[in-house]
Nanobody
């Protein structure tokens, strides 16, 4: 089992910045990658950014150049630094820890609300 605890959401003005944190605990050694997703009411949850064990990353086209995913291994924490925020970034953001291979499994945090005001 892996437990994920998110923090850092809130209200921010258009063009502002915010950093989300996700602290992982439990059987972290089994994880293939960690990611941030977001979801707005009535829409599917979408991948925002992902970071693999080797440190490689990928991003949704909508956030490239504005968001940065990183990790602090000593704290088992993943961050999502968000800048140049706009109204379309308003969503509930979820931290994800994914195990892939023959025993694939996804773990999710409780979600944190990010609201960008115009």
């Amino acid at each position: 089992q892996v437990q994920l605890l998110e923090s850092g959401g809130g209200l921010v003005q258009h063009g502002g910045s915010l950093r989300l944190s996700c602290a992982a605990s439990g059987n972290i050694a089994s994880i293939t990658y960690m990611a941030w997703y977001r979801q707005v009411p009535g829409k599917q949850r979408e991948l925002v950014a992902r970071i693999f064990l080797d440190g490689s990353t990928n991003y949704a086209d909508t956030v490239k150049g504005r968001f940065t995913i990183s990790r602090e291994s000593a704290k088992n924490t993943v961050y999502l630094q968000m800048s140049s925020l706009n109204a379309e970034d308003t969503a509930v953001y979820y931290c994800n820890a994914a195990r892939r291979g023959p025993y694939a499994l996804d773990y999710w945090g409780q979600g944190t609300q990010v609201t960008v005001s115009s």
